[in-house]
């Protein structure tokens, strides 16, 4: 009997897709807390997703593509929302890491299972998923703090947000080196 459509892990992970768009419109509009708020709570339907489907034994094919393509609307669209944000520090050749290293990942991982063979994330990839949201909270923590005239603040922070987006960019590329690696006797 197949696997359900609509349990609650695929439903966690397809509520990113709204979220995102309420995301999407809160950069538009500089509301940064409220967009804090919402990438909070997308983030954390990630791991409740996550953690859903292994407690209860609920992961399904659809969930393993699912759950990864969500991530990847909600992270990639609020770095590319981001990008003409003069105070995120988010530049267009970050956003270019980011982005190239999910398309490629994805394509692998689409190959490899083409194969039959299951291709799932592992540690490295989800340090990379959690690096990117945490940078991602710390965006949209100092531009709220920023809009509220805390300046100390933000001082203070700054050069800790400039270390994660770099520790960010490392887990980014090390992870696609990673995947490339073992994809290559999988495809063999």
């Avoid at 209860?56 to 609020?78: C, E, H, M, W």
């Avoid at 990117?132 to 603040?153: A, H, M």
């Amino acid at each position: 009997m197949p696997a359900p459509l609509w349990n609650v892990p695929n439903v966690l992970s397809l509520s990113r897709l709204p979220l995102a768009v309420v995301l999407f419109v809160c950069i538009s509009v500089e509301a940064w807390a409220v967009g804090l708020a919402v990438f909070s709570v997308a983030a954390f339907t990630d791991w409740l997703d996550g953690w859903w489907a292994r407690r209860f034994n609920q992961s399904t094919p659809v969930g393993r593509a699912l759950d990864p393509l969500t991530d990847k609307v909600l992270i990639g669209g609020a770095y590319i929302y981001l990008i003409p944000v003069p105070d995120a520090g988010i530049t267009p050749w970050i956003v270019t890491v980011v982005l190239c290293r999910e398309l490629l990942i994805t394509g692998l991982r689409g190959m490899v299972e083409a194969t039959g063979q299951k291709f799932g994330a592992d540690w490295f990839g989800k340090l990379k998923t959690v690096l990117q949201s945490v940078v991602l909270i710390g965006v949209l923590l100092l531009l709220t703090l920023r809009s509220r005239g805390e300046t100390g603040l933000v001082t203070t922070l700054d050069p800790i947000q400039v270390g994660l987006v770099y520790a960010m960019l490392v887990a980014t590329v090390g992870s696609a080196v990673q995947y490339g690696v073992k994809a290559v006797p999988l495809l063999r």
